[in-house]
């Protein structure tokens, strides 16, 4: 698959929710019908107060609105993507999604506060300077932005405007790690040789530093359905890295190199490569798969053979991996999933289910 492709295909993505009004906040009877929406992937849980407020507002008893969501008795964070949350919290996924929303009651010991959109917008601005400052050392050009540009930006992001967001935030210079297979395949594809970014593949700089979010939780060796696990109703069973991936140019680094460099308290990490003999025949590997097809036309895959190998500490078994509500093979080259699935923030989410065994006592 084209990044073009790849990143269209990211930005329609959706989740369709069905939200009930917590039973507290009914003061009608009967009681409300649920609303029916479709949230997309990439915004904010409280970006949709506008769409469900309008429909819970006869039956709300008097006082301030303050939106917040839940899930199984778990606060959701706001601050968090819609896609991230239902890839973390719906093991097996569940459509519709269902929520319960609230208007009062925020608990403010388990979530931050959401000043609605200003709120959310800042966020959004601080993780693209974090994110920036990842790939290149520093956030000048973010920081430096037109106030036109950062309305532009935001907004592109808030209606998911790709062909907006592309053209904006190519002024931004961030360039995530160097990817041959979409760039070539992007070259032929355009005959300009114009990249979604409007940029000189070949001429690019690469930093080989990727901005990562990482979502962990465990399930017990005994569960082998991820049906049967228990629900997460607790945010401290959440695991969350944020830490970047280093990527050293001319190797073949996977998903699973990436996943695991990050959980080294899991798995020790080996590496195998004989540098000279692989990059010759990585570079010769790549060439066939350009002249041949892409992915997501001929249903091709483009796999790395020359990984790393990495010895489980205690038997710990990747379980899951979910990245855009995909669940991607590990053996994948972790510069594709850099360049193809990131979200707008430049930041890579990925949640990722371990499967670990049982203290012996």
């Not at 917590?22 to 992937?41: K, Q």
């Not at 944020?242 to 190199?257: A, M, R, S, Y």
Request: aromatic share 8%; hydrophobic share 35%; glycine share 6%.
């Amino acid at each position: 698959m084209l990044t073009m492709e790849a990143r269209k295909f990211v930005w329609e993505g959706a989740i369709p929710l069905q939200v009930h009004l917590h039973e507290s906040e009914v003061t009608t009877v009967p009681y409300p019908p649920p609303a029916l929406i479709l949230a997309p992937r990439l915004g904010y849980l409280p970006l949709l107060a506008s769409q469900i407020k309008p429909h819970f507002s006869s039956t709300l008893p008097p006082g301030a609105d303050t939106i917040w969501f839940e899930y199984k008795g778990l606060p959701l964070k706001w601050y968090i993507p819609t896609g991230v949350l239902f890839d973390l919290l719906c093991a097996e996924p569940e459509r519709p999604w269902n929520l319960t929303v609230h208007f009062r009651g925020y608990p403010g010991t388990v979530l931050i506060p959401c000043e609605g959109e200003d709120s959310i917008k800042w966020n959004y601005i601080n993780s693209l300077k974090e994110a920036a400052y990842i790939i290149n050392g520093n956030c000048k050009n973010v920081m430096n932005m037109s106030q036109a540009d950062q309305v532009e930006l935001w907004r592109s992001v808030l209606n998911g405007n790709l062909e907006v967001y592309s053209r904006v935030s190519s002024k931004l210079k961030l360039r995530i790690v160097s990817d041959e297979y979409s760039a070539a395949s992007n070259v032929l594809s355009l005959g300009s040789g114009q990249s979604l970014d409007e940029t000189d593949v070949a001429g690019q700089d690469k930093t080989g530093r990727v901005p990562v979010r990482l979502y962990v939780w465990s399930v017990s060796e005994d569960v082998d359905d991820l049906e049967d696990a228990p629900p997460v109703d607790c945010w401290d069973k959440i695991s969350y890295i944020n830490q970047p991936v280093e990527i050293q140019e001319g190797k073949c680094f996977t998903l699973h190199d990436a996943v695991t460099s990050l959980l080294p308290e899991y798995f020790l990490v080996n590496s195998l490569i004989d540098e000279e003999p692989s990059r010759k025949r990585g570079e010769e590997e790549k060439k066939d798969l350009f002249e041949d097809a892409n992915m997501g036309k001929d249903g091709g895959e483009i796999l790395c053979q020359h990984t790393k190998s990495c010895s489980k500490s205690d038997d710990v078994e990747i379980k899951l991996i979910r990245i855009q509500g995909i669940e991607p093979k590990l053996v994948i080259p972790f510069s594709w999933v850099a360049n193809n699935l990131m979200n707008p923030d430049y930041f890579l989410h990925i949640c990722v289910c371990l499967k670990v065994p049982r203290l012996k006592i």
